[in-house]
């Protein structure tokens, strides 16, 4: 269908071009080739209408509401492949997509999932719409008892960050169970906020709700604020994301690591522990956030190395070449709109891969990933018997805890 361009449309797109260009490195976008590896490379590059180089396209022809006139930017990820990639390196994820979808927010352009997740965020702190109080109901029956700061206000070294879909996920409680009972073994004196603990509001930001993800922010600030700690941990790479790159430019400064960099120090410690043999194949599945993002390739590998019997092997698109599950920048608040449209999942492309390469397990290190990817393989023809197991999982399996 043929739309027609509004005479308002060049002054639109020159205050939206010189805007991205106030951005860090957004300058970088008047240097765009028109290249097309963006879209190459890009997850859903082959169905968007307007992908990365086309969007910059239209701002210089004066025609960028031919994007905001399509739903094409809510295929976008987050997956920051076409940054990594660009050979001119504009920052194209958090420069132009991610602008753009705020764009998209102020218009009320919003796809309906989405809403609920900002609404349920807004509301609740998390955008699973659960209550605050029970966010820490996952560690009922743990001994020794979880350090609930607020009850204790002890001080600690660690304050883990739990997150979101580790806290609440059904899935993702026994892989937090797990890491808190690795933490126990090891010594490791630490707490968690508990109901004080909000969204850490990465994902709302990538998907354009920056007023969310500073208000989600600020109030984990303050709880930082309260308690005596050294560091924080978190089991979520977004979490690690937000906490590393964008809470400082917030006043919100700690030293932070995943717990995949925070183990991987502890291995000759961990080592000895790891008694049962987990005799497998083992694809890892790099997370966007934690590998291309952040350059966290290696840790989590040496620990799934390290425990005996499992043997290591790669799948086509590995390190900084990753493929997405499918669940970052509000992704995972998106997948009927996405299904709809592209019918295709990512998680099921990666769930391929792991057979491909003769993997018997698929093993992640982001609360997003195991729903996803046992949910494709149930759709993926013969990937019934492929197990999807969290690091923590299997460390704790090996441990027998
Ligand atoms: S990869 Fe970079 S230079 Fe090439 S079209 Fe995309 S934005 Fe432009
Ligand atoms: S961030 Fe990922 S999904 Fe979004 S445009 Fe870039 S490559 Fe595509």
Same mark, same amino acid.
């Given at each position: 269908?043929?739309?027609? =361009?509004?005479? =308002?449309?060049?002054?639109? #797109?020159?205050?939206?071009?010189?805007?991205?260009?106030?951005?860090?490195?957004?300058?970088?976008?008047?240097?765009?080739?028109?290249?097309?590896?963006?879209?190459?490379?890009?997850?859903?590059?082959?169905?968007?209408?307007? *992908?990365?180089?086309?969007?910059?396209?239209?701002?210089?022809?004066?025609?960028?509401?031919?994007?905001?006139?399509?739903?094409?930017?809510?295929?976008?990820? #987050?997956?920051?492949?076409?940054?990594?990639?660009? &050979?001119?390196?504009?920052?194209?994820?958090?420069?132009?997509?991610?602008?753009?979808?705020?764009?998209?927010? =102020?218009?009320?352009?919003?796809?309906?999932?989405?809403?609920?997740?900002?609404?349920?965020?807004?509301?609740? @702190?998390?955008?699973?719409?659960?209550?605050?109080?029970?966010?820490?109901?996952?560690?009922? !029956?743990?001994? &020794?008892?979880?350090?609930?700061?607020?009850?204790?206000?002890?001080?600690?070294?660690?304050?883990?960050?739990?997150?979101?879909?580790?806290?609440?996920?059904?899935?993702?409680? &026994?892989?937090?169970?797990?890491?808190?009972?690795?933490?126990?073994?090891?010594?490791?004196?630490?707490?968690? =906020?508990?109901?004080?603990?909000?969204?850490?509001?990465? #994902?709302?930001?990538?998907?354009?709700?920056?007023?969310?993800? /500073?208000?989600?922010?600020?109030?984990?600030?303050?709880?930082?604020?309260?308690?005596?700690?050294?560091?924080?941990?978190?089991? $979520?790479?977004?979490?690690?994301?937000?906490?590393?790159?964008?809470?400082?430019?917030?006043?919100?400064?700690? *030293?932070?690591?995943?717990?995949?960099?925070?183990?991987?120090?502890?291995? $000759?410690?961990?080592?000895?522990?790891?008694?049962? /043999?987990?005799?497998?194949?083992?694809?890892?599945?790099?997370?966007?956030?934690?590998?291309?993002?952040?350059?966290?390739?290696?840790? *989590?590998?040496?620990?799934?190395?390290?425990?005996?019997?499992?043997?290591?092997?790669?799948?086509?698109?590995?390190?900084?070449?990753?493929?997405?599950?499918? !669940?970052?920048? @509000?992704?995972?608040?998106?997948?009927?709109?996405?299904? /709809?449209?592209?019918?295709?999942?990512?998680?099921?492309?990666?769930?391929?891969?792991?057979?491909?390469?003769?993997?018997?397990?698929?093993?992640?290190?982001?609360?997003?990933?195991? *729903?996803?990817?046992?949910?494709?393989?149930?759709?993926?023809?013969?990937?019934?018997?492929?197990?999807?197991?969290?690091?923590?999982?299997?460390?704790?399996?090996?441990?027998?805890?």
């Amino acid at each position: 269908m043929e739309i027609t =361009l509004s005479p =308002l449309s060049p002054s639109i #797109s020159k205050t939206f071009y010189s805007s991205l260009h106030e951005l860090k490195d957004g300058e970088r976008i008047r240097k765009c080739l028109q290249c097309g590896t963006c879209s190459g490379v890009c997850p859903f590059g082959y169905y968007m209408k307007y *992908p990365p180089g086309k969007i910059i396209g239209t701002l210089r022809a004066g025609v960028f509401d031919l994007v905001t006139k399509t739903d094409s930017i809510w295929m976008c990820v #987050s997956c920051s492949a076409c940054s990594a990639f660009c &050979p001119t390196q504009i920052p194209i994820t958090q420069a132009l997509m991610t602008r753009v979808k705020e764009e998209m927010i =102020l218009a009320g352009s919003v796809p309906a999932e989405l809403q609920t997740a900002f609404k349920n965020s807004q509301q609740y @702190g998390n955008p699973l719409g659960e209550s605050p109080r029970k966010r820490a109901d996952w560690a009922t !029956g743990i001994q &020794p008892e979880v350090n609930i700061l607020g009850k204790t206000k002890q001080p600690v070294d660690v304050l883990w960050f739990v997150g979101d879909y580790a806290s609440y996920h059904p899935r993702m409680i &026994p892989v937090t169970k797990s890491f808190a009972k690795i933490l126990n073994v090891l010594g490791i004196k630490f707490g968690i =906020l508990g109901p004080e603990e909000s969204s850490d509001g990465d #994902s709302q930001r990538l998907a354009g709700e920056r007023g969310i993800f /500073e208000m989600l922010a600020k109030k984990n600030g303050q709880a930082f604020k309260k308690y005596q700690f050294r560091e924080i941990i978190t089991t $979520d790479p977004h979490a690690y994301n937000a906490l590393k790159n964008e809470y400082p430019a917030l006043g919100i400064s700690y *030293p932070v690591r995943h717990f995949t960099e925070f183990l991987f120090e502890r291995l $000759d410690q961990i080592k000895p522990l790891l008694k049962k /043999e987990v005799k497998t194949k083992i694809a890892y599945h790099d997370p966007c956030y934690l590998g291309r993002v952040n350059g966290i390739y290696d840790a *989590p590998r040496e620990i799934l190395k390290s425990i005996p019997g499992v043997e290591l092997v790669e799948m086509a698109h590995q390190f900084s070449n990753s493929l997405c599950c499918g !669940g970052g920048g @509000g992704g995972m608040w998106l997948d009927g709109f996405q299904w /709809e449209r592209a019918h295709v999942r990512l998680s099921e492309w990666r769930v391929k891969e792991a057979l491909e390469c003769g993997a018997d397990l698929l093993a992640v290190a982001c609360p997003y990933e195991p *729903p996803r990817f046992e949910d494709a393989t149930k759709t993926v023809p013969n990937a019934n018997q492929l197990k999807v197991r969290e690091i923590a999982e299997l460390l704790a399996e090996s441990m027998d805890l």
